[in-house]
């Protein structure tokens, strides 16, 4: 029933930044929990970031911890995730789902899975 769509992804340069966004086709957002996931060609997908509901709890992986933000404006059905200070291992295709919550292994169960948007760090 969710739909979401990512977008915001491009080449930039080591130390450069992205922000992705993650819209839903509805105005139902607030309804669900949301994770950032990438994959990497021949890579296991990997969980990035995720949000609660309202915002009130986050976690990270730890390769990103410090240098991504996750965010959400329920007002305008979006998750953000900003990605500053990034490297070449962050290249990967990022992908928006909903999970069940934002606690412990939030990152073993996702549906409604967007397209998503490539991401490349490169000189």
């Known amino acids: 029933q969710l739909q979401l769509v990512e977008s915001g992804g491009g080449l930039v340069q080591p130390g450069g930044s992205l922000r992705l966004s993650c819209v839903a086709s509805?105005?139902?957002?607030?309804?669900?929990?949301i994770g950032w996931f990438r994959q990497a060609p021949g890579m296991e997908r990997e969980g990035v970031s995720c949000?609660?509901?309202?915002?009130?709890?986050?976690n990270y992986a730890d390769s990103v911890k410090g240098r991504f933000t996750i965010s959400r404006d329920n007002a305008k059905n979006t998750v953000y995730l900003q990605m500053n200070n990034l490297i070449p291992e962050d290249t990967a295709v990022y992908y928006c789902?909903?999970?069940?919550?934002?606690?412990?292994?939030?990152?073993?169960?996702?549906?409604?899975w967007g397209q998503g948007t490539q991401v490349t760090v490169s000189s």
């Open positions: 949000i609660s509901r309202f915002g009130d709890s986050t």
């Open positions: 789902a909903s999970i069940q919550s934002c606690g412990q292994r939030w990152f073993e169960l996702a549906e409604s």
């Open positions: 509805t105005s139902t957002l607030h309804y669900y929990t």
